[in-house]
């Protein structure tokens, strides 16, 4: 919840001078109130665009809550089940899972965030949390559909604290989720796109992007300085 419209656009503006040409996939999630903006600013550049939630719903009755219809043609990708969405919200996997179909049936990609909090890693839950979390918001998806889903693996206790999870362990998670990934689609697991999340920076970009089954990263405080992410994007390439 940063930057209204006039602001969303100068940092869009600012990131498609600070990439110039880059060699790696691009979006950025603007607030709903600056998507149609932002998408005009964006238009010519290869950046895509992402809305930051969704509503299962095609329309009715849920007053203040954006549609997978109202986002359809407008965006690439929506994030669904992050981290906060679940513990200030309180959605749950099956809402979530709702989310994931819908947005796929309406010809995007979503972004489907998995990751335990600070009491469930120490209590060595992690693994039990990941594979819940992944079977669960991907239920009914079928192997078709599945090339289009991408997932973020975002550690509750790293986001917005500034702490990391070393690469070793950010690796070992998301090798976890690929095993998860192979047990539901077989050979099509190393297609499925596994980011990371969790207070990721230019510093730690690209130990964390080199690890073999870390395939990209949800920034998020960094992307709110185009500097800062282009150098992130940089580490991609």
Known sequence: MNNGITDAVKLVDALKTALGDFACDVAVCP???????????LA???IKLGAQNCHPEAKGAFTGEVSVTMLAGLTDYVIVGHSERRQIFGETDGFINRKVQA?????????????ETLAENEAGQTETILAHQVYEGLQGISTAQIANVVI????????????????TDAQNRCAFIREQLRGLYAG????????????????????????????GA?????????????????AAA
């Open 31 to 41: 607030p709903t109130i600056a998507l149609q903006a932002v998408k005009t600013a």
């Open 44 to 46: 010519g550049s290869a």
């Open 103 to 115: 947005v796929l049936n309406s010809v995007m990609s979503p972004i489907l965030c998995v990751g």
């Open 152 to 167: 973020a693996y975002e550690p509750i206790w790293a986001i917005g604290t500034g702490r990391a999870a070393t690469s």
């Open 188 to 215: 099509l697991a190393d297609e499925i796109r596994i980011q990371y999340g969790g207070s990721v920076t230019p510093a730690s970009a690209k130990e964390l992007l080199t690890q073999a089954d870390i395939d």
């Open 218 to 234: 949800l920034v998020g405080g960094a992307s709110l300085k185009a500097a800062d992410f282009a150098a992130i994007v940089a």
